[in-house]
């Protein structure tokens, strides 16, 4: 395929003024080919991942945002020319390339567009409010007596593949109000986990959600039938990946569906080059006391993160994931803490989003 060389870009018709101070700036190019528009940015994160991209194709135009650590950049212009509702996104040494097909193939741009109005803003992640859309959902299915696994499809255009160990915010009207909760990104499998080629190119999502009879939310959002659209958020989360190398022990504690968060962390780390022998301890606190049950009972306490959480040194590296409800994750925080453990050996899943959202 020829690449034809871009010609100098417009300039873009609006930048931010807020800029982080002392952050080098993301910079964006663009080219082309008979059948492709191409644009590029150069973020200078060598470690940056697929994942920290979003591509959002409208008609009045495309916005790709690219996330910096706590920054996002954005690209945001009016194609010349229409291009196909699909993208292909790419992320080598921190370089990012986002592929748009071009709905005529072999017209040639002199641009690619008009900037927009959040074009080129570079700003702190934690500013911009949360977006929600109407993704729609193709599967729902048992996985326990309780538990559901929602497949849903994204809308035309955009494409959002959730970093490990990050969620999305689902918004639904309950009696008037505008009620909000936090779900983990789940494998559409633990034992096929890249089986959905959507969902790899951030094209679906998997949600594994457990009812709650009294709760707020959960009797609806379980109850959705296929067709149905959900109201989702853009993800959020501040797990780093990175984090997981040149460790010597990696420790998760999970209530109830607390395990969506680790999910994804266990596969990841599974195959990770130096991964050893993985084993799981269930604390069951509400099994009958009749029960045969042989295995550990009743709530965490000192002694179950005694027997599991390695002392820290300089031979010990350990990291402990903890998610589960606040006074679940409040114990293992302290009791960790207490055998030494500093924030720095420490990860807990947290709800960042409120839980009552104006849309
Ligand atoms: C970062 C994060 C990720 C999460 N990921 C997942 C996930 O992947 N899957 C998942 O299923 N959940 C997940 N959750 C939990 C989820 O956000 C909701 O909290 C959960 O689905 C319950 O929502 P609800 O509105 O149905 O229940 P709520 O109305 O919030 O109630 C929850 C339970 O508490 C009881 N309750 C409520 N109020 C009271 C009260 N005043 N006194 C006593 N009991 C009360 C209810 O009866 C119910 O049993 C996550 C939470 C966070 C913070």
Redesign the pocket.
Same mark, same amino acid.
């Given at each position: 395929m020829e690449v034809k060389q871009s010609k100098p870009k417009k300039p873009a018709l609006v930048a931010s003024t807020i800029r982080p101070p002392s952050v080098e700036e993301p910079m964006q190019d663009w080219y082309q080919t008979d059948t492709h528009l191409v644009i590029v940015v150069y973020t200078r994160q060598e470690l940056l991942q697929r994942e920290f991209v979003t591509v959002e194709i409208q008609p009045n135009g495309v916005t790709i945002q690219v996330i910096l650590d706590k920054y996002s950049y954005f690209v945001h212009f009016k194609p010349t020319f229409p291009v196909k509702e699909t993208s292909v996104v790419s992320v080598n040494k921190g370089k990012v390339e986002v592929k748009l097909g071009k709905v005529t193939a072999g017209q040639h741009w002199e641009y690619h567009g008009e900037g927009l109005s959040s074009n080129a803003v570079y700003t702190h992640t934690k500013s911009l409010a949360p977006k929600y859309r109407q993704w729609i959902v193709t599967k729902n299915t048992f996985v326990s007596h309780d *538990?559901r696994l929602l497949r849903l499809k994204a809308p035309s255009g955009y494409t959002m593949l959730a970093p490990i160990g990050y969620?999305i915010h689902i918004v639904h009207s309950i009696s008037g109000m505008q @009620?909000g909760?936090?779900?983990?990104v789940?494998p559409p499998s633990l034992v096929e986990p890249n089986s959905d080629k959507e969902q790899e190119e951030g094209r679906a999502l998997h949600?594994? @959600?457990?009812?709650?009879?009294? $709760?707020?939310?959960?009797?609806w959002?379980t109850s959705v039938s296929q067709g149905e659209s959900i109201m989702v958020s853009n993800y959020d $989360?501040n797990f780093d990946i990175q984090r997981l190398n040149n460790l010597t022990h990696l420790v998760l504690f999970a209530a $109830? *569906? $607390?395990f *969506?968060?680790m999910a994804r962390l266990i596969i990841y780390a599974l195959n990770m080059p130096n991964a050893t022998l993985f084993s799981v301890v269930n604390i069951l606190s509400q099994e009958s006391s009749n029960s045969n049950w042989k295995g550990l009972r009743g709530r965490i306490n000192s002694e179950h993160v005694q027997d599991y959480v390695p002392i820290p040194s300089s031979k010990c590296r350990p990291l402990v994931c903890i998610?589960g409800p606040w006074a679940y994750n409040d114990t293992v925080e302290s009791l960790t803490k207490l055998r030494g453990l500093k924030d720095e050996h420490l990860h807990i899943?947290?709800? *960042?989003f409120p839980?009552q959202t104006c849309l």
């Open positions: *538990t969620h @009620i909760r936090s779900y983990t789940m949600l594994m @959600i457990k009812y709650y009879s009294g $709760g707020t939310l959960t009797p959002v $989360g $109830g *569906t $607390g *969506t968060s998610c899943f947290a709800q *960042t839980e």
